[in-house]
């Protein structure tokens, strides 16, 4: 079995417990886990409410509360432009969560080569 190295976290990255149990909370819903992901999809540009409305095909209301709770949660960014709202998948946060995942990876694995390569990718300690 190959591990895979994920890129290093730094400490100032890391996040703590709860922050991170509130961003995954934020994305514990499967329509608010499509809009994310779409959002993630749609890259920099974000997408209007109504692009989103589109391609996941929840309802107006129903898609606001979501937006909202993932908003809340730090998960996506909303500005608005004029009268058009744009959401952006906010990727920073998302990394982090990530990170958070992973920092620990491998830490109570058997010392095998390649556990001790994929924890000093993640640390930036020497294996």
């Known amino acids: 079995m190959e591990i895979t190295a994920y890129p290093k976290t730094s400490p100032a990255s890391t996040l703590a417990l709860e922050e991170a149990a509130q961003g995954f909370a934020a994305c514990g819903s499967e329509p608010r886990l499509t809009v994310l992901r779409l959002l993630v999809r749609a890259g920099a540009e974000g997408l ?8 996941s095909g929840l309802p107006a209301s129903t898609l606001a509360h979501h937006l909202g709770f993932l908003a809340a949660g730090g998960l996506v960014e909303q500005e608005r432009r004029g009268r058009t709202v744009i959401n952006c998948a906010a990727y920073g946060r998302l990394e982090a969560l990530a990170a958070f995942l992973l920092e620990e990876c491998c830490v109570d694995a058997c010392p095998s080569p390649a556990a001790r390569a994929a924890r000093a990718a993640l640390t930036g300690e020497p294996s």
């Open 48 to 55: 209007t409410v109504g692009e989103v409305q589109e391609r």
